[in-house]
């Protein structure tokens, strides 16, 4: 079973830079794809971004997509989230999550098997 924890979040202007990494432990990430997901007070978990086993493939949610950049680095069992240019419609809990699937990265919050405890990002104006 993987063990994932989020960490780098925090207060921020809007316009500022964030770093988000989900660090795993009792297993290795290399053999799953990984996804964010953020949920704001009252919504529904959403999906952020995805990226699969290799690195090779990334899938963006709209709303992020040219703000936020998502990397992983096997060799120490981490996966990143760049964000940029923030807003005040990014403020969340961001989740990090493991899917054992490992073909194209989903979307889908229900398809990814382990979950960290997420990281709260407030964005402010």
């Known amino acids: 079973q993987v063990h994932l924890v989020e960490s780098g979040g925090g207060l921020v202007q809007v316009g500022g830079s964030l770093r988000l990494s989900c660090a795993a432990s009792g297993g290795t990430i290399s053999n799953y794809a990984m996804g964010w997901f953020h949920q704001a007070p009252g919504k529904e978990r959403e999906f952020v971004s995805a990226?699969?086993?290799?690195?090779?493939?990334?899938y963006y949610a709209d709303s992020v997509k040219g703000r936020f950049t998502i990397s992983r680095d096997n060799a120490k069992n981490t996966v990143y989230l760049q964000m940029n240019s923030l807003k005040p419609e990014d403020t969340a809990v961001y989740y990090c999550a493991a899917d054992r699937d490992l073909g194209q990265p989903r979307p889908y919050s229900r398809v990814y098997d382990y979950w960290g405890q997420g990281t709260q990002v407030t964005v402010s104006s």
């Open positions: 990226i699969s086993w290799t690195g090779g493939n990334t």
